[in-house]
């Protein structure tokens, strides 16, 4: 069977096993607040035997007509330089309505599916949560739910605490993840300017997350923006996908009749609207989105071990556009229809009839590991620019400290000088000494005029660094 034709298949079996789950419209039966005890359980943990996010990220470019199929270029880092924290979507089948913390197989595929080629950028964490399950609810905020969030917030105040080391986050979800994200991003992390700081950027497509109309900030968060531009740091991608108009109740893309789990009332939809950030046009790409799938992670985890390169990336396929309609903010997906193009229309095959939830991550993959490596690359710079400011601001206090000693002691042979010249004058009226007096003078004022000198040249450094703490400032902003 072909490669192709497998991918078919996986599409079909995706859908039902990647959603929301059953439940999403079910009653609210609560599942009660009780937490796990004992240490986190790590899906993605670095050093960790059986890190799902270790395996191999190679794979094949399947390029469009009239292009030879190349080897992905992803390689990881020899130190990451910063982390990504990672929360999986719905993918539990457990019978309760809320999951254990078992590593089931499908949530280990939809592990390496979603977060595993962001080590290539990053050191991967995710923890095992008491998610909701297809057999639980998620029709609003519940028992489940919180019981959901706060196991994921135990997950990551275990990693802030014990892995994290002060070091830059990116904050990766899907779906609940990215649910679950989006309210740590909410009570952690927004009204926190010190872990603010540090937040590289957040990835939460599947979650209708809240702006004002036309806005990038001021709804569910206070301070933390939707990104706007290629290289911010601090900012929020977020997205739900569709093709063509949603629907006037679609669950996502709207917030008066779509998934809201938050521990807060719904919006007025008159004047916020659900976040919608193009991902192919904050990449430095050309603009169209690029498919990223791991084959043999198919239908579930593999029997044996990993093939050497099962990664497969479909770009220059599809292109997406953000869009508002009648209360609706979504991607809008589209193809590229390029002449000779056979590839097939993977997207299509998971979609809920214009609804391309489910593959939204996959779809868009390639492109946000772009905005994460151009995201940590600008953080990692300030981090630069940082040192800079700070080695230019001790440089700054110590050469004020020498301008004010220069200028104490050019003001000091001033005054010596002036009397030495007095003296000068009376000798020479007086006819005693003169000679050895005005000596002293001109001495003196020989002295002043190299203390003036150094004054000068320490004033103008003094100068020359406010300039270059203002510029750095600036580029730090």
């Given at each position: 069977?072909?490669?192709?034709?497998?991918?078919?298949?996986?599409?079909?079996?995706?859908?039902?096993?990647?959603?929301?789950?059953?439940?999403?419209?079910?009653?609210?039966?609560?599942?009660?607040?009780?937490?796990?005890?004992?240490?986190?359980?790590?899906?993605?943990?670095?050093?960790?035997?059986?890190?799902?996010?270790?395996?191999?990220?190679?794979?094949?470019?399947?390029?469009?007509?009239?292009?030879?199929?190349?080897?992905?270029?992803y390689?990881?880092?020899?130190v990451?330089?910063?982390?990504?924290?990672?929360?999986?979507?719905?993918?539990?089948?457990?019978?309760?309505?809320?999951?254990?913390?078992?590593?089931?197989?499908?949530?280990?595929?939809?592990?390496?599916?979603?977060?595993?080629?962001?080590?290539?950028?990053?050191?991967?964490y995710?923890?095992?949560?008491?998610?909701?399950?297809?057999?639980?609810?998620?029709?609003?905020?519940?028992?489940?739910?919180?019981?959901?969030?706060?196991?994921?917030?135990?997950?990551?105040?275990?990693?802030?605490?014990?892995?994290?080391?002060?070091?830059?986050?990116?904050?990766?979800?899907?779906s609940?993840?990215?649910?679950h994200?989006?309210r740590?991003?909410?009570?952690?992390?927004?009204?926190?300017?010190?872990l603010?700081?540090?937040?590289?950027?957040?990835?939460?497509?599947?979650?209708?997350?809240?702006?004002?109309?036309?806005?990038?900030?001021?709804?569910?968060?206070?301070?933390?923006?939707?990104?706007?531009?290629?290289?911010?740091?601090?900012?929020?991608?977020?997205?739900?996908?569709?093709?063509?108009?949603?629907?006037?109740?679609?669950?996502?893309?709207?917030?008066?009749?779509?998934?809201?789990?938050?521990?807060?009332?719904?919006?007025?939809?008159?004047?916020?609207?659900?976040?919608?950030?193009?991902?192919?046009?904050?990449?430095?790409?050309?603009?169209?989105l690029?498919?990223?799938?791991?084959?043999?992670?198919?239908?579930?985890?593999?029997?044996?071990?990993?093939?050497?390169?099962?990664?497969?990336?479909?770009?220059?396929?599809?292109?997406?556009?953000?869009?508002?309609?009648?209360?609706a903010?979504?991607?809008?997906?589209?193809?590229?229809?390029?002449?000779?193009?056979?590839?097939?229309?993977?997207?299509?095959?998971?979609?809920?009839?214009?609804?391309?939830?489910?593959?939204?991550?996959?779809?868009?993959?390639?492109?946000?590991?772009?905005?994460?490596?151009?995201?940590?690359?600008?953080?990692?710079?300030?981090?630069?620019?940082?040192a800079?400011?700070?080695?230019?601001?001790?440089?700054?206090?110590?050469?004020?400290?020498?301008?004010?000693?220069?200028?104490?002691?050019?003001?000091?042979?001033?005054?010596?000088?002036?009397?030495?010249?007095?003296?000068?004058?009376?000798?020479?009226?007086?006819?005693?000494?003169?000679?050895?007096?005005?000596?002293?003078?001109?001495?003196?004022?020989?002295?002043?005029?190299?203390?003036?000198?150094?004054?000068?040249?320490?004033?103008?450094?003094?100068?020359?660094?406010?300039?270059?703490?203002?510029?750095?400032?600036?580029?730090?902003?």
């Amino acid at each position: 069977m072909s490669e192709v034709n497998v991918f078919w298949r996986f599409i079909a079996a995706v859908a039902v096993s990647v959603g929301l789950g059953a439940g999403f419209l079910a009653g609210s039966a609560s599942a009660g607040f009780a937490m796990e005890s004992g240490d986190t359980v790590w899906l993605c943990k670095p050093g960790q035997v059986d890190d799902l996010c270790a395996g191999t990220i190679d794979g094949t470019v399947d390029p469009p007509p009239g292009q030879s199929a190349t080897p992905l270029t992803y390689t990881r880092p020899e130190v990451a330089p910063v982390d990504c924290f990672y929360l999986y979507p719905t993918q539990s089948e457990q019978g309760t309505p809320n999951s254990n913390l078992d590593k089931d197989p499908p949530i280990r595929r939809v592990a390496v599916q979603q977060a595993r080629m962001f080590s290539s950028v990053c050191d991967v964490y995710a923890p095992m949560y008491r998610q909701v399950t297809y057999n639980g609810s998620q029709a609003s905020h519940n028992d489940q739910v919180e019981t959901a969030y706060q196991s994921a917030l135990a997950g990551w105040k275990d990693y802030l605490e014990n892995y994290n080391d002060g070091r830059g986050f990116i904050l990766l979800g899907h779906s609940q993840g990215s649910a679950h994200i989006a309210r740590l991003i909410d009570e952690e992390i927004d009204g926190n300017p010190e872990l603010r700081d540090r937040m590289v950027g957040a990835f939460a497509p599947g979650a209708n997350i809240n702006v004002p109309v036309g806005k990038l900030v001021g709804g569910m968060y206070e301070n933390v923006p939707a990104c706007s531009e290629g290289g911010e740091i601090g900012c929020l991608v977020a997205f739900s996908t569709y093709k063509g108009y949603p629907g006037d109740t679609a669950q996502f893309s709207r917030l008066d009749t779509g998934y809201w789990i938050y521990d807060l009332p719904r919006p007025d939809a008159d004047q916020q609207e659900v976040v919608c950030v193009n991902p192919a046009r904050l990449d430095g790409g050309d603009g169209t989105l690029e498919l990223l799938v791991n084959f043999d992670y198919l239908f579930a985890p593999p029997a044996g071990p990993e093939s050497a390169a099962p990664w497969r990336s479909q770009p220059d396929y599809y292109a997406g556009e953000c869009m508002r309609q009648n209360g609706a903010h979504w991607l809008n997906l589209n193809t590229l229809d390029l002449p000779g193009d056979t590839r097939p229309d993977l997207g299509s095959l998971v979609a809920s009839g214009n609804n391309y939830h489910v593959p939204e991550v996959n779809l868009t993959e390639g492109n946000l590991l772009r905005i994460a490596q151009v995201q940590t690359d600008a953080y990692v710079a300030r981090g630069g620019l940082r040192a800079d400011l700070s080695a230019a601001e001790a440089k700054l206090s110590n050469k004020q400290k020498k301008l004010k000693k220069a200028r104490k002691q050019r003001r000091k042979l001033g005054k010596r000088a002036k009397r030495a010249g007095k003296k000068c004058k009376a000798a020479k009226r007086s006819g005693r000494k003169a000679k050895a007096k005005c000596k002293t003078k001109r001495k003196l004022r020989r002295k002043k005029s190299k203390a003036g000198k150094r004054e000068k040249k320490l004033a103008g450094q003094v100068k020359t660094l406010k300039t270059e703490i203002r510029d750095l400032e600036s580029q730090i902003g």
